[in-house]
């Protein structure tokens, strides 16, 4: 009963969580890597400075956007476990619980 408490009161994100997050991650990112592949392979079907050429371009700009910001939420899962990790186990001296 005791560690069902404890494990109720952890915050931050605990490993076996983990695998979760990062498998999201990469799903988002070969996603997003598909589609900018998708819209450059469209782009050049269409007549160089047409209306169709630009928007395609401007959807592989705000796509290639993207890709630091998955890199930016993969240091921030990262950091969340490691500090889980250390802040479970600080809270518990080393004891197994």
């Known amino acids: 009963m ?3 408490l404890l494990s109720k009161s ?3 994100i605990q490993l076996n969580q983990a695998f979760g997050a990062v498998l999201t991650l990469v799903l988002v990112a070969v996603l997003v890597i598909i589609a900018i592949f998708l819209f450059v392979t469209l782009g050049e079907s269409f007549t160089a400075g047409s209306a169709e050429a630009n ?3 401007d959807m592989v ?3 290639s956007n993207y890709t ?3 890199g ?3 240091t921030i ?3 969340g476990l490691v500090i889980g990790v250390l802040v479970a186990s600080f809270a518990f001296g ?3 619980v």
């Open 10 to 12: 952890k915050k931050g």
């Open 68 to 70: 630091s910001l998955i």
């Open 94 to 96: 080393g004891r197994r």
């Open 61 to 63: 700009t705000e796509f």
């Open 55 to 57: 928007a395609s371009s």
């Open 2 to 4: 005791e560690s069902i």
């Open 72 to 74: 930016l939420v993969g």
């Open 77 to 79: 899962i990262f950091l």
